[in-house]
């Protein structure tokens, strides 16, 4: 046994019986290798009904896998992970190495890290004059704004729940924007969320 690794009887049980299997095989296959099914129950050491739901569970598996994959590609749709405690959203400007600090605004956000364009716009107008004030009026200033779109704040219509959203506000979101899908399949979140992604509106940001 791998050192440091402790098996339980049925783990120990289920490792011999596959051993034993191998073992009786050295001279030839006793049950043909396009059998799958008898191979498999007979080194398992399980019913042919729980093998089914065995692979069941497996290719249910498999298929979130590939749906949470599905996901992962569009992060940029589902804002990804987010936290849920208050959080801030800093607009420092910055001038070589040294932040210039009376332009530093703080932002109280919750859920989404983002902020309203009239806020921003008042920011930027204040710091805009801030800055003409102190470097006189011949004074080139640039200012780059970077990751702009990631902070504007979207309306409640373009919104989409995020990917951590219990099942039920999934559902919800589906009902009020009237996109039918089967209720007896018993989707899952991921599911859910791709069906949502699917039918969301066009992104609208806050005026």
Not at 73 to 93: G, K, L, M, W
Not at 141 to 160: F, G, M, R, Y
């Amino acid at each position: 046994m791998p050192k440091g690794k402790e098996f339980s009887k049925d783990e120990k049980a289920l490792i011999f019986r596959v051993t034993e299997f191998v073992e009786s095989e050295k001279d030839g296959n006793e049950i043909p290798l396009n059998n799958t099914i008898e191979r498999l129950v007979t080194m398992l050491g399980v019913s042919p009904t729980a093998l089914k739901a065995f692979k069941k569970e497996l290719n249910d598996l498999k298929f979130e896998m590939q749906q949470t994959n599905k996901l992962n590609e569009i992060d940029d749709e589902t804002n990804a992970a987010f936290r849920s405690r208050p959080r801030t959203t800093s607009e420092p400007v910055a001038a070589k190495s040294v932040f210039h600090l009376p332009s530093v605004d703080v932002f109280k956000c919750d859920d989404d890290h983002n902020v309203n364009s009239a806020h921003f716009n008042s920011w930027l107008s204040e710091t805009c004059g801030m800055l003409r004030t102190e470097h006189g009026k011949d004074a080139k200033i640039t200012l780059i704004i970077d990751n702009a779109t990631w902070h504007n704040q979207q309306t409640l219509e373009s919104k989409v729940p995020k990917r951590g959203s219990r099942k039920s506000i999934l559902q919800e979101w589906l009902k009020v924007h009237n996109v039918s899908y089967d209720e007896s399949l018993k989707l899952t979140n991921v599911e859910l969320l791709l069906k949502i992604i699917e039918n969301a509106p066009l992104p609208k940001n806050l005026p």
